[in-house]
């Protein structure tokens, strides 16, 4: 860990901040004060020792998704397992293993959007899971044959 701190240049850092300012998380941490930048910078850090791989973590989608920066240049959306769904900027549920429930039964408890219980055959629930390890990364639930959403497309380069 502090190996990692010495390594860290204030250019390293600057891009990191530009890579993730729109999340609300680091816009929050960087407008509070300077010092819940220093947290900030332990988040990642701990976040980056928590996987198994060492692509820089730019920012936490979910539990399970990160985007990171590949050494040889371009960010891409990755799994804790290590599974990589390709540029960030493409939607992971694309690489997904899909689970669609459709009927009443199947869906449950789960449902906690009114309408879905009514027209259980106009929408479907879907179960979004990691190719690499299976973990569900997503559940939506939309009008049959709709595209999967894509719920966050940081904007990475806004700086
Ligand atoms: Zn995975």
Redesign the pocket.
Known sequence: MMERDDRFSKENLRRLVEGTLHWEEVKKAIRLSPKDNDRFWKYLEVLQEKVPWNDKILLRISD?LYIVAKEGGGRVTK?????EFGDYRTNWKLGCQVYVRKTDEEIGEVITIPEARHNTDLVEMREFY??????L?GVEVVPAGYPPMFEMLPDLDAF
């Not at 990691?130 to 973990?135: I, N, W």
Request: some cysteine.
């Open positions: 399970h799994c804790d397992c290590g599974h990691c190719p690499g390890c299976y973990a990364l």
